[in-house]
């Protein structure tokens, strides 16, 4: 695999130095966000003019745009919502074909598993599926991640299985979704939804799995939890990392607090080259 730095936790970083603090870790790959949080440089109706810009700065820095991250749910009750989101995605892939982007992750939504059933479902399927016909005519893969729906608390937060974490959802998602369509392998995150080793979740996407983030988080108090960075938190890192032996695509670190993210970056990137 090749490390690169995810995309989440730099939200509140300017892009020159998300790229500066990437090179100085000695990677070449980052997550560019594009229209995911109102502070990524990156967002629907950028000009031309600015997207080469955008390519101009990553060459000098010499890193590689090849990946990007989108925010959307496609699980949520209004099937409107579902539609409108999916026109949102449609212009946000536009973007990343002139950016010269390979591959985007993206979400199925966080609502909770129980929940999304019947019409929902098949709203859900059809956005999904739809995204990665339109994706796949520009010539760049979607990559969905397995992330459960989360709730702050003053404590942390509170993670629950949604359709890419609970594994009867997963498997009928495997059959109804195009084969076009990869998997973002988060490990940390399905083990705060299902509070089980990720490993099974794993064995069900593997031969579909062309995009993953690593991060860890610590136990705060009964169902909380607090994201950390690699091998500081309840991941046991060498089952992790064993159970991807043929994994070979970009592997980025997720640091998510953002208060000192660049030395959780370089701390996990430290920890993550002992097995690399």
């Not at 946000?92 to 479902?121: E, M, N, Q």
């Not at 098949?122 to 339109?134: E, H, K, Q, R, V």
């Not at 996407?205 to 009964?222: C, G, M, P, S």
């Not at 970009?250 to 993210?261: N, S």
Request: overall charge neutral.
């Amino acid at each position: 695999m090749t490390l690169g730095n995810a995309a989440w936790g730099f939200r509140e970083t300017p892009l020159e130095q998300q790229l500066t603090v990437t090179r100085d870790m000695g990677l070449s790959l980052i997550e560019l966000g594009i229209g995911g949080v109102p502070k990524d440089r990156i967002q629907v109706g950028i000009s031309d003019a600015d997207i080469d810009a955008v390519k101009k700065l990553f060459a000098s820095n010499s890193i590689q745009l090849q990946y990007a991250s989108v925010g959307n749910d496609f699980s949520g009750a209004d099937e409107k919502n579902s539609y409108a989101g999916l026109e949102t995605m449609k212009q946000k892939i536009d973007i990343a074909h002139k950016l010269g982007v390979k591959g985007i992750r993206i979400f199925a939504g966080f609502s909770a598993a129980k929940d999304v059933t019947g019409k929902r479902w098949d709203t859900m399927i059809d956005c999904l599926n739809s995204a990665a016909a339109y994706a796949k005519r520009a010539g760049i893969f979607l990559a969905i991640e397995t992330h459960g729906g989360v709730r702050k608390t003053e404590r942390g937060f509170i993670h629950s299985p949604s359709v890419t974490t609970d594994i009867p959802s997963l498997k009928r998602l495997m059959n109804e979704l195009t084969p076009e369509l990869a998997f973002n392998y988060d490990p940390a995150n399905i083990w705060a939804a299902n509070r089980k080793p990720p490993e099974e979740v794993l064995s069900v996407i593997y031969d579909r799995t062309k995009y993953i983030h690593l991060k860890d988080y610590r136990i705060v108090e009964a169902d909380v939890v607090w994201p950390v960075g690699c091998g500081e938190g309840v991941l046991d890192w060498d089952v992790v990392i064993k159970s991807l032996n043929r994994y070979t695509g970009p592997a980025f670190i997720e640091y998510e607090p953002t208060e000192d993210v660049v030395d959780g970056c370089r701390r996990s990137a430290a920890f993550l080259k002992k097995y690399l």
